[in-house]
Structures are given as C-alpha cells and as structure tokens.
Nanobody
Framework: QVQLVESGGGLVQSGGSLNLSCPAS????????VAWFRQAPGKEREGISC????????SYTDSVKGRFTISRDNAKNTVYLQMNSLKPEDTAVYYC???????????????????WGQGTQVTVSS
C-alpha cells in the first residue's frame, strides 16, 4: 500500500525552525518527484518546494527561497523540509506529495501529484 505520512509540525515562534518529515511506504521515493505543498486558512493550496527523481534537483517558490531546504534520505526513504527563519505567514497545513510516474520531474500543479500525505499543521506565532 502506497502511503506518505508527514510529521514534524507544531507551534513555533517567529524566527524559529521546524523540520518536517515525509517517510514513504509501498514505493521508493528516489524514483519519483516529491513536493511540499501548504494551505493556509482561506487560501488555496500552493506548492513551495520540490525534489526531482534520481538527480534530486531542488526548486523553491520565492517566498521560502533561502529559508527552506528540501532533501531526501534514500536509505530512510524519506523526504524532509527544513524550515528556518519561520514567519507568521508560514502558518499552514503542510503536505508532501509524490508524482505517480517513475523518473518524474517536478511540476508546480497539485493535480500532477498522485500520492498525498494527510498533512501536518505548522503554526508560527508573532
């Protein structure tokens, strides 16, 4: 059974850090592009970072560039999102998602991702 389960969210003060984890079961993340999305209250879900299959090329949306780092641990079959210098506007439910095609590249649209986790809440207080 294919499954993604995010963890690592929580409440943190502005300027703090969190490290989100997205371990996978039922498939090998190395062969699939994996992205992190977030959805703030009253807003649409947005893609914020992605790591491509195999080569691990990373990409970030402008609002998190320089503060967030996506990475993949192949031995643990897990993708991470290290979030530093957090701001109140980073408050959202964070989701990891994987594309459904082997050797896939990153895409920005959520409809390009087939496998989704349940989400983890990140709250940044001012």
């Amino acid at each position: 059974q294919v499954q993604l389960v995010e963890s690592g969210g929580g409440l943190v003060q502005s300027g703090g850090s969190l490290n989100l984890s997205c371990p996978a079961s039922g498939f090998t993340l190395y062969y699939y592009a994996v992205a992190w999305f977030r959805q703030a209250p009253g807003k649409e879900r947005e893609g914020i970072s992605c790591i491509s299959s195999r080569t691990g090329i990373t990409s970030y949306t402008d609002s998190v560039k320089g503060r967030f780092t996506i990475s993949r641990d192949n031995a643990k079959n897990t993708v991470y999102l290290q979030m530093n210098s957090l701001k109140p506007e980073d408050t959202a439910v964070y989701y990891c998602a994987a594309r459904g095609r082997v050797d896939s590249e990153c895409r920005s649209a959520e409809q390009d991702y087939v496998y989704w986790g349940q989400g983890t809440q990140v709250t940044v207080s001012s």
